[in-house]
C-alpha cells in the first residue's frame, strides 16, 4: 500500500513541480518585464534544490510527501530572495544610467558592488531568522518531528545555498548580462 502511495505522489509530484516552477516564473516576468531577470532569479530554484539534496543525504532521509512539501516551499522562497538582489541591482543600473554614469563595463561592475551590497545585511537577516525559526523543528523529538524535520531539512539546506547564490553568483551573472548591453 505504501509503495503505491509513493508511485501516485510521485506522478502528482511530477505535474506540481513543473506547474509550480511555471507560475513562478510567469509572475517574475510579468514582475520585472523581462526575460533576462526572470532567468537570473530562476537560477536561484536548481542553486536551492541543491542545498536541500545535499541536506536531506547528510541527514538520510528518504522522500517523502513532507520533503517535497518542504522543497516546494523552497521554491517559492528561493525566488522571493534572488528577486529582491535583482530588483536593486536593477533600480542602480537605472539610477546610473539616468545620471550618465553607466558608460562601460566596470561602470556595471561598480554599481553592482555598490547597490548588491546594500542587500547583503537584510539578505542575511532574512535567511538567518529563516534558518533559526527552524532549528527547533530540526531539535525537536515530539510526536510529528518526524515529519516536521523532513518539511524543515529541504528549506534548511536550501537556504544555505541560497544565499551563498544570491551573495556571489547572482551579481557576477548580472555583471556579465549588463555588460554585453552596453
Given at each position: 500500500?505504501?509503495?503505491?502511495?509513493?508511485?501516485?505522489?510521485?506522478?502528482?509530484?511530477?505535474?506540481?513541480?513543473?506547474?509550480?516552477?511555471?507560475?513562478?516564473?510567469?509572475?517574475?516576468?510579468?514582475?520585472?518585464?523581462?526575460?533576462?531577470?526572470?532567468?537570473?532569479?530562476?537560477?536561484?530554484v536548481p542553486f536551492a534544490a541543491i542545498g536541500a539534496i545535499w541536506l536531506m543525504f547528510a541527514f538520510e532521509y528518504n522522500t517523502s510527501i513532507a520533503v517535497w512539501v518542504g522543497m516546494i516551499a523552497l521554491l517559492g522562497i528561493a525566488a522571493q530572495t534572488a528577486s529582491i538582489m535583482v530588483v536593486y541591482l536593477d533600480e542602480g543600473?537605472?539610477?546610473?544610467?539616468?545620471?550618465?554614469?553607466?558608460?562601460?563595463?566596470?561602470?556595471?561592475?561598480?554599481?553592482?558592488?555598490?547597490?548588491?551590497?546594500?542587500?547583503?545585511?537584510?539578505?542575511?537577516?532574512?535567511?538567518?531568522?529563516?534558518?533559526?525559526?527552524?532549528?527547533?523543528?530540526?531539535?525537536?523529538?515530539?510526536?510529528g518531528s518526524d515529519i516536521a524535520k523532513r518539511i524543515a531539512a529541504p528549506l534548511w539546506g536550501g537556504l544555505i545555498s541560497l544565499t551563498l547564490l544570491t551573495v556571489f553568483v547572482i551579481p557576477v551573472i548580472y555583471v556579465i548580462w549588463r555588460s554585453y548591453q552596453l
Open positions: 500500500g505504501q509503495y503505491e502511495f509513493l508511485e501516485r505522489i510521485q506522478a502528482l509530484m511530477k505535474i506540481v513541480i513543473p506547474i509550480t516552477l511555471l507560475l513562478i516564473g510567469i509572475i517574475l516576468y510579468f514582475n520585472f518585464q523581462g526575460i533576462a531577470q526572470t532567468l537570473i532569479v530562476m537560477l536561484s543600473f537605472s539610477q546610473w544610467s539616468k545620471e550618465g554614469k553607466m558608460n562601460c563595463v566596470e561602470d556595471v561592475l561598480n554599481m553592482t558592488v555598490e547597490h548588491g551590497s546594500s542587500r547583503i545585511r537584510p539578505l542575511l537577516m532574512a535567511v538567518s531568522l529563516n534558518i533559526l525559526g527552524l532549528i527547533p523543528i530540526m531539535m525537536s523529538d515530539g510526536v
